[in-house]
Every structure is written in C-alpha cells, then in structure tokens.
C-alpha cells in the first residue's frame, strides 16, 4: 500500500502538492491554530503555512514550502528557498518561521541531505553561496545582496527546525492517509481506538 501512496503524490502537479499539504494542516487542530496556503504571486517563500497561535506571523509558525520536481531538490533550489524567508524577514513581513520543512517528494541530491543531517553547517553554506543563488534569484526587481542583517538572522537561526520530507515519508505523517483517502481510493489506516 504504501508505494502506491508514494506514487500518488510523485504525480501530483505543484498546486496539487500545496493544496495537499493545506488540506493537511487543516487536521491538524490540535497543533495548529489556524493555516494559509499562500497565493503565488507573494508568497515570499511560503507555500503552506500552519500557525501555532492567532497571532499568526507575529507569533510561532511552521512553513511548508513544497518543491514538486522531476528531480530530486538540488542546492540551487534550497539555498534559494531559505534565502527568501531571511529577505522577507528582515523586510519586516513577518517573523522566522520556527520550523521549515521541504515537502519534495523526489527528496533531495546528496548534498543537500548532507547539509541537513548537519543542521550547524546550513547556515554557512548559506552565507558564502548567497550571491549563487539569492542576489538574482529573490527578485525579478532588483539584485537582492546579503546584509548584515540578512547575515545576523541566518546566523541567529536555529537549522536544527529545517527538515526535508521525501514522498515516502510524506504519508506517514499523522492524518495524511486520511486526507489522502479523500482524494483517491486508499485506506486511511487504523481507526483510532477509545481508551477505557
């Protein structure tokens, strides 16, 4: 069963993949206060969003930032992501989410599961490959430089809340088969059991 599921969400087509993870999160009641699934014209680095609180970005959140690739997340592409929530961060648009999660159901290259099995060295690397993949890549406007408050925050950050769930992975999390189950023919698993 569970390959099925898997192949189920490698089909998915992007707007599918964070229309499945709002769907998600919306089940998530006793974690998350209220969600968003950002529109694409401004999402600055969101996709789908769980707050733990109303006070929404102002207080703790959770971004969901879902990659729907023919190919596994490549470094360009993680060092880009990130970069666009310290941009919009320091901007003053909202607060540093206090965990990050890659949705990419084809998982990551190498070198991007290495840097997130060694949370302590994603800052750096993010740091000396700014001008690689944010100074061009945050804006179509304008060349977007690595500040020193840009710096300051991604040094402050704590990368041990980034994560990276591949497809297989994905439908294990709590309710996601149930949510699945909504879409296509699959069991959702055990019904949960009274306690005496």
Not at 115 to 123: E, F, K, V
């Amino acid at each position: 069963m569970p390959l099925n599921e898997d192949r189920y969400v490698l089909t998915l087509v992007a707007s599918e993949l964070e229309s499945l993870v709002k769907k998600w999160l919306a089940r998530l009641k006793a974690e998350y206060a209220d969600f968003e699934q950002a529109s694409r014209s401004a999402d600055m680095g969101r996709d789908a969003v769980g707050f733990l609180s109303n006070a929404r970005y102002d207080g703790e959140w959770h971004n969901y930032q879902c990659k729907q690739l023919s190919k596994p997340l490549g470094k360009d592409k993680f060092v880009l992501e990130l970069g666009k929530i310290f941009y919009h961060h320091c901007a003053g648009e909202f607060t540093m989410p206090t965990k990050y999660v890659f949705v990419a159901p084809n998982g990551g290259v190498g070198p991007v599961k290495k840097l997130i099995d060694r949370p302590s060295t994603i800052g750096p690397y993010l740091i000396a490959h700014w001008n690689d993949y944010c100074l061009k890549g945050i804006s179509d406007a304008a060349l977007t430089p690595l500040t020193d408050e840009i710096r300051q925050a991604i040094t402050n950050f704590d990368f041990t809340k980034v994560e990276l769930w591949k497809a297989s992975e994905l439908v294990e999390k709590p309710s996601m088969r149930a949510v699945m189950s909504e879409h296509i023919d699959i069991d959702p698993g055990e019904a949960p059991r009274l306690m005496p």
